[in-house]
């Protein structure tokens, strides 16, 4: 084959590489459903701010389920036998602590440990599903609570300064307003990672955790109940190592692995301001 024939074939080839790669580096590493809803939140902003803040530090793509404000809603999602199996890892922001159904909460659970599913865990997700006779949920998240504090500013301190997941994260880290969740039990597989003081009960609770129950790996953050806690790169950034380390894409030194990267950081343009969502104000019961 001659110089003349050979030059155009190593451009069609060197082109149609540039286009697979390309094409790979759009393709997202994880797939990943954000369950959310429930009472008490500004979800509308939570999504946005939870898909956009955290796709621009992993590379996720997203589907979310949002369902409605009655704490008894039984997320439509849940229904279908296999909703877990399309998906990497699943973030629960839900809050629907007036489910009573066992069977049903207990079938979230199995989806997770049967298909070892991670699952990230924020905020009022830890109250969801209290009222139903078992502690399957507590056991995947690693702790139980079912009530919280007044609203207080928070001293968020690291417990563990050489965990992965709290690399680049404040020793202390001060939120201006927040809600502390009371952490009632602790399991032996659960893995606290930052405590805050409580000004009500006068004394420490978990606010980071980790844990993994039945070969299934979860990360837990009961901070978020305001919009200016999640957006905030400290926030985004610990949940982003969080999910990391539960599918393996996190260095030891809290470094991302290779094909994990996000899009980049930027800032997030909310659609109205930081709303207080608060229709109960008092601690949960």
């Known amino acids: 084959m001659t110089l003349r024939l050979v030059r155009p074939l190593l451009v069609m080839l060197f082109a149609l590489a540039i286009a697979a790669t390309s094409h790979a580096e759009e393709k997202a590493k994880l797939k990943a459903l954000l369950i959310t809803g429930g009472c008490c939140h500004d979800y509308p902003n939570q999504i946005k701010i939870i898909t956009e803040g955290l796709s621009q530090r992993v590379s996720i793509d997203w589907d979310v389920a949002l369902a409605g404000d009655d704490r008894k809603t039984k997320v439509p999602v849940y229904e279908n036998h296999d909703w877990i199996k399309p998906y990497d890892l699943v973030v629960h922001n839900e809050c629907y602590g007036g489910v009573e159904n066992v069977d049903f909460v ?3 659970v199995q989806a997770h440990t049967e298909n070892k599913i991670p699952a990230i865990f924020v905020h009022c997700s830890m109250h969801s599903y209290r009222n139903a006779k078992t502690d399957e949920w507590r056991k995947l998240i690693g702790m139980r609570s079912t009530s919280h504090e007044g609203k207080h500013p928070l001293d968020v ?41 409580g000004v009500d009960t006068k004394k420490d609770h978990a606010v980071i955790w980790c844990n993994e129950y039945e070969g299934t790996k979860t990360f837990s953050t009961t901070l978020g109940h305001y919009n200016e806690t999640m ?36 800032e997030i343009d909310l659609s109205k301001p930081n709303p207080d969502k608060d229709k109960n104000p008092t601690p949960a019961k």
């Open 106 to 108: 207990e079938g979230i």
């Open 157 to 197: 301190v690291t417990l563990v300064e050489d965990h992965p997941i709290m690399q680049g994260f404040p020793q202390n880290w001060k939120v201006d307003r927040g809600e502390l969740y009371k952490i009632e039990k602790t399991w032996d597989t659960a893995t606290p990672l930052a405590k805050a003081y």
């Open 231 to 266: 957006n905030n790169d400290d926030w985004l950034s610990l949940v982003a190592r969080g999910i990391l380390w539960s599918v393996d894409g996190l260095n030891e030194d809290g470094t991302t692995k290779a094909g994990f990267e996000g899009t980049g950081k930027v």
